[in-house]
């Protein structure tokens, strides 16, 4: 059975975004792309919502012989993954292995976790605050990056309760960045 692992890079003080929708501040240099690759390895799904998706499909051309090694293997990985974006606005979506849903249906993605024995990721917090009230994500994948932005789109659904125990941690003395992997309880 697969897992539905939601990963994602946050502030100090729990936001993806700032209040502007800005996240460069969030960047990973070198080292910290290159451990997120090797925690995308095994994922065979990923499932976006559209805004997620709007940033991601950027790696669709990346990966070229003039970008960097950590940057041609995200984008090797990320082609050949399966994609599904959840959308109720977006006309098509112009990406290989990728498919439109036109919402998010928690009985579905149980399907999808039965189905297979890979990794299933879901990115951005408003697409996983659905799984996460559903009881469906497995696992949490955190990166701290020392930045405190005052608000934004939060990592975690206000109103949304959960104890997780610590499975792993990891610090990145560069960049300051924190992992942590948290498993469902």
Known sequence: MGQLIY??????????????????WAAPDEEVHAFI????????????????????????????????????DYARMWRSADKVVYSSSLGST?????????QFLPDVVRDLKAATDRSISIGGPTLAAHALRAGLVDECQVFVTPAVVGGGLR??????????????EHRFSASGVVYLRYGAR
Do not use: C, H
């Open 7 to 24: 990963s994602g890079i946050a502030s100090i003080d729990g936001y993806t975004a700032d209040k502007a929708g800005n996240f460069d």
């Open 37 to 72: 690759n090797n925690l995308e390895r095994d994922v065979g799904t990923a499932l976006y919502g559209r805004r997620m998706y709007e940033v991601m499909k950027v790696w669709e051309a990346m990966g070229t012989p003039d970008d960097p090694p950590v940057i041609q």
């Open 94 to 102: 112009p990406t290989e292995r990728t498919r439109l849903e036109r």
């Open 155 to 168: 990592l975690f659904p206000d109103g949304f309760d959960a104890r997780f125990e610590l499975l792993d």
